[in-house]
């Protein structure tokens, strides 16, 4: 306050006053509307928990600070209480997002019969349109879905993530460039979301070591098939043998 105070010593004229004085008033204002709009958010959160027995939900450090604009009450606990599931276990998932996620999503998901069509509703899945049998477009569907949205936000934020997501966002940057990048693994954090929510299926993390060495093994596959199509076989060496023979 002090150093509020001292910013503020000069010659002001009385509009100057006014238009300061008016500002403060509004922005008291704003922050009585918003501390209204949290109440309301978390009484509604409270409606939708569910009535069967859930275990505590274990404690999570925060990751970032707390922001003027976050609500006022425990969101991931109301969340955990109102859909069964946290959300917020999931890599590059945040508070904020998951209760955007929640707002424009629900908790029931039987409304989408199988992950294919949530992720079509998502807009996050091509978009194939054929002609003649010949694709000639695969962009995904233009749209202003705040859910899908969301899920681009949290897959961006999982560029320095040392996790299995932030690994197969990197590669597919690398492979596809960013915005393809971004979708595609917005793609894979709606199946994970719908398998949790629809089925109840924990979400289990994986390193980044556990995403290269699916990597390798495909690629070894990949190898194995067009050795035995062009007729050669091939054969697992010893990483000793490999540098006495370099040598």
Not at 1 to 12: K, N, V
Not at 40 to 57: D, N, S, Y
Not at 92 to 118: M, N, Q, R
Not at 166 to 184: C, D, M, S
């Amino acid at each position: 306050m002090e150093e509020i105070a001292t910013a503020l010593d000069g010659r002001d004229c009385p509009e100057h006053v006014l238009e300061l004085r008016s500002c403060f008033k509004m922005w008291e204002e704003y922050q009585w509307v918003i501390a209204k709009v949290d109440d309301a958010i978390a009484g509604h959160l409270r409606t939708m928990a569910r009535q069967t027995e859930l275990p505590p939900l274990p404690p999570k450090p925060r990751v970032r600070g707390r922001k003027p604009h976050d609500p006022r009450f425990d969101v991931r606990t109301a969340l955990y209480y109102a859909t069964g599931i946290d959300l917020t276990a999931i890599e590059g998932i945040d508070e904020i997002i998951a209760l955007t996620l929640v707002s424009e999503l629900g908790s029931d998901f039987t409304k989408w019969p199988t992950v294919k069509h949530f992720a079509s509703w998502l807009g996050l899945c091509p978009n194939w349109k054929k002609t003649g049998g010949v694709v000639q477009s695969s962009r995904t569907r233009r749209g202003k879905n705040r859910a899908a949205h969301a899920l681009r936000l949290a897959a961006w934020s999982l560029i320095r993530s040392k996790s299995y997501l932030g690994a197969y966002l990197r590669r597919q940057r690398a492979r596809l460039g960013a915005p393809k990048a971004i979708t595609a693994t917005a793609h894979k954090l709606a199946r994970i979301i719908y398998n949790m929510v629809r089925y109840g299926v924990a979400y289990m993390k994986k390193e980044e070591a556990a995403y290269a060495e699916q990597v390798r093994e495909r690629l070894e596959k990949q190898l194995q098939r067009r050795a035995k199509e062009l007729g050669y076989e091939l054969k697992k060496i010893d990483p000793a043998e490999a540098s006495a023979a370099a040598e």
